[in-house]
Each structure stands twice: as C-alpha cells, then as structure tokens.
C-alpha cells in the first residue's frame, strides 16, 4: 500500500538506441519528442504525448517520457510528468533548478494540461517548449486540458521560466489526428 | 532510466495500526489527515501536508499520502498525489470514478495546488474535502499554492466534483505553524 513503481514501455530502450542523445537544434528537439510519441501510439502503449528533458547549454537528454496513464494504473502518468519525475530521480534531487545543475528544458509534444503546469513550476525547470495547443488537444482529440489559468504563460514568466510554444504545430497537430485515426482511447471521461 | 519507484515513509505501517481503517464524519476524516499530517512533521520526512482516500458510503480508508519530495526527489509526491496514485494501483485502474466503484472522496489537510487541483480531475474523485486554505499555506508556510485558476470551486463543481473546504480549518493553520516552529524547510525556491 505504500509504495509504487511506475515504468515506461519497454520499446523505450531499443527507440532512445536508434537516436542521438545529444540534440541541441530546438526544432529537432521537437522532432525527438514527436517521434517518441508517434511511437506510443503505433504501439499502443498509451496517449498521444510525449516528452523530454534536456541541458538547455549542452543540448545532453537527461529523461523522456510517454502518457502511460491507461498501461500503469496512474492517471498522473502524463508524459510530462514522467520526464520530470524519471529527471528528478535520476539527478537524486527534487529541484532540477538547484544552483549544482546545469539548466534544464522540458520539450512536450503538446503544451501542458493544469496537472504538468503545476508540476513544472515545482520541478526547477528554466524553460518549456512545445507544440501543440491545448485547443489542438481538446479540438482533435477530446482530451481535457482541465482547470489551467487565464494568464498561463505569465504565471511561468513570473516564477523565472521561459516558454515558447508552437514549435512545429502542424507535426504535432498531425500527431493527435494519428492517435484518432487509430482509434485511440479517450479515457478522460469527467466532462 | 525508465522505471521509478515513490515510497511513503517507514512509519506510516504503525501509523495506520493505531488509527481505525473505517471513518464514517468528515471532521474524523480530516483529524485522522491532520494526525498524519503531523507526524509527517515530528518525524521530519516531508513538508506539512497530508491526506487520504476514503470511499464516501462506507467510510474505508482506501489509500493515504504524505508530502514526501525531498525524501523521495521528487516534486510531484505531494501528500495528494501520493494519495491517489496509491489508490489507482491498490484497484487496478486509472479512474476511481469507473462505473464498478463506489464513489471515493479525497481528504486533504490543506486545499490542492495546482498540480493536485489538475490530477484530481483526472483521477476520478467525487468528492474533496479539506482543512487549510490556500491562504493559510501561503500565508503561514511561504510554500507557494502555483497557477490555480480563479474559478478554482466551480472547475471541479463543472466536473461532477463536491468540493467542501475549511473543516476544522484552525487546525489545520495550526499544523502549518507547527511546521514552521520546527524550522521545516520551504522547499519550494520559483519566487
């Protein structure tokens, strides 16, 4: 009852062997993560996200992330949220910010839903880039983006962190029309 | 690199062994959150902030959850996330609203953050009761509550949740202060 484990798919292994980890170009940051999630859709191995963590200066991946949501039992297994926690472990510390630390990017698929905005403001992340907008989630696949606020980018900017958004959104736009087309399941049923 | 592990702390098993696992009133629900939210602070193994799962009808405590993010690395293991990931893999199922459950109800020591506000929306949770108040944590903590939207009641009211706020709220403001007289840190350096 008191502990629990939550993993990412086991294709993870042989897909981060047949790319660089070291990618320094934003846009093809981007890419990576689009790739990774066209990945777990062709897989099925859960949502249509995905994410990664990287050294903002030396373009080194740290940790990435699926929506593994349905697959782990965890409705807050979002892929933002796995590259952060798998960065945060990986580093052994809660803040990725710490003075210690070279500075960190989150780069998602899709920008944010409110869980994964809360979370970025506690994770010590310097900067977040995407690609998708949350009316691209909600509009082609139905997915709630929940309670966000009104003046989203603002209440990064005021804790310190860079945003930049609609990174190649046609290709991320294109993703979520894919997870529909393969029939993905929209498991987000609140509303 | 793909797999983590979130652990509650070593006493919560005597912990659960002195306390009843079946809680009918709402104010016993919040005492019982407040005890482990206290105890999470003599101990030293978390910030100031408890809470648990119960099944609304017949009152079993289903899961509990402490702050644990510095213990464990980890920025997302609030006291609420814990609560309900462990909930989610103790039934097998990413949705505690799913059609062959009872209702559940998540009892919180102090009103969610931004993260937890967002996860409990996809959670499945009918109900949230709660003791502090946003105010109260920022106020007497410094700890920061993150991008909660102003329409914070009626984006999970518009969502088929009950929210029911302040039970036995000095209480709860006084937990936070015990916290504070401990010298506990204020992990929580974006502002």
Redesign the interface.
């Known amino acids: 009852?008191?502990?629990?484990?939550?993993?990412?798919p086991k294709w993870?292994?042989s897909f981060l062997n047949d790319h660089p980890n070291v990618i320094h170009d934003p846009e093809k940051q981007v890419r990576f993560v689009l790739d990774l999630t066209e990945r777990n859709i062709l897989e099925k191995t859960g949502g249509p996200f995905g994410s990664a963590v990287f050294e903002v200066d030396s373009g080194k991946l740290v940790?990435v992330g699926v929506n593994v949501?349905?697959q782990?039992?965890?409705?807050?297994?979002h892929a933002e949220?796995m590259a952060?926690?798998?960065a945060?472990?990986?580093?052994?510390?809660?803040?990725l910010?710490a003075k210690h630390f070279p500075n960190h990017r989150l780069v998602t698929s899709g920008r944010m839903?409110?869980?994964?905005?809360?979370?970025v403001?506690?994770?010590?992340i310097k900067e977040v880039f995407s690609s998708a907008e949350p009316e691209d989630v909600e509009g082609i696949t139905g997915f709630?983006e929940?309670?966000?606020?009104?003046?989203?980018n603002s209440?990064?900017e005021?804790?310190?962190?860079k945003i930049v958004t609609k990174i190649l959104r046609s290709e991320g736009r294109a993703i979520l029309q894919l997870y529909v087309d393969h029939g993905g399941q929209i498991?987000?049923?609140?509303?």
């Not at 403001?121 to 010590?124: D, V």
């Not at 005021?158 to 962190?161: E, F, V, Y």
Request: charged share 15%.
């Open positions: 009852m008191y502990e629990l484990k939550l993993s990412l993870i292994d940790s949501v349905v782990q039992n965890c409705s807050a297994a949220m952060l926690m798998l945060q472990k990986k580093l052994s510390h809660f803040n910010g839903c409110a869980m994964c905005l809360g979370n403001c506690w994770s010590g709630d929940g309670p966000t606020p009104q003046d989203y209440q990064l005021d804790r310190g962190i498991y987000n049923g609140t509303r």
